[in-house]
């Protein structure tokens, strides 16, 4: 017998583990007779609200990105229109990994405590907060799991969601998120890190490869609509979260991460440029150097800032322009270790996105 007559979830899913999560969740409130709407929140409605009341139980899923929720579902949650009178829960569905017969879990960073703080700010009662170690689908640092962990993996997970729903669903409280709270507080200000730089940095390193036939199937599907095709090529813009859909859904499989063009730039613009520039500072000793060491660190540092962030914009362009050229499109896709037949993609399975 459950408190709540309604549960509405909303989801954000890049690959597939939030949306299964959600799902999961909305299973076990079927079981129990209530009334349940399950939303992607590309496809939010002012109305989906109306019939909010104190019986009513609203939940978030969403990946972490960078240790914190990623942007579309951050946004989504602030400009949320005030429900004081319903409970709120959120999942997060983090990196899972399996080593021999270790589950290894990822880390939510800021991903459960900024949500949940904002909530209890607005004088909101959250009765559940749960991370979910469903399999890593971060492809652009490491291959996609093989098969088997995945469904072991999941198989696990299932099993840890439905059993927090059924748990909150009967009125008890469940902030499993608490336990991780150190660990998530020390990384915490890593996630600011992305958020202000990594993020852009990250979304411009995919490019569609010439097996791509253009189909559009990545610009249609994008969640925040961040590809554009300029001059008859992909090209990822800002906007692009790294949520991965493009580059594991592209029947091609013509989307790739560009390692080695990628290094090669971080490598020139962090050892070989500010070297350079200082080395012309004090050459040119527009400052007595002796006497202000730390002017030559602010220098550096705001230089270092100023051309990473200038970089990623200038060095994607230049990317773009380089493909068009036989040779410049075949170094650029042999030095992507994407390309490998051995990298496998990953997509929740069983799911239709
Ligand atoms: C850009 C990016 C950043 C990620 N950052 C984290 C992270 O900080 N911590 C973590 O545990 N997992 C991280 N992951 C892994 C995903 O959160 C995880 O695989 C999630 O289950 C994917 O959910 P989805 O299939 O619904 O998109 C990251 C994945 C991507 C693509």
Redesign the pocket.
Known sequence: MSCYKNLIVFYF???????KAAEWIVQIADSMNITTNLVNITDFEFNMLKDINSKTLIGFCS??????LPPIMLKFIYNFPNVKNADFFILN????MKLHKIFLP????IAQILPVIYWKLKGYKVVGMQPMD?????I?LHPGLKEKVVMSIFKRCEKKTKNFAKKILSGQKSCKALISLPVDLIVSPVALGYYFIGRFA?AKTFIASDLCNNCGLCIKNCPVNAIEQINGRMYWTFKCE???KCMNNCPKRAIETVHGYTFFIWWLIISVLPSFVIGKIVDNELFNVSENPFIIDIIYNSFITFIAIFNVYLSYKLLHFLLKYKFFNKIILYTSITKYKFWRRYK?PKIVI
């Open positions: 899913s890049g690959t597939g583990n939030a949306q990946p972490t990105h960078g240790f914190n569905t983090r990196a899972g990822g880390i939510s960073g469903l399999p890593s689908n971060w652009s990250i790294s949520c991965m929740a």
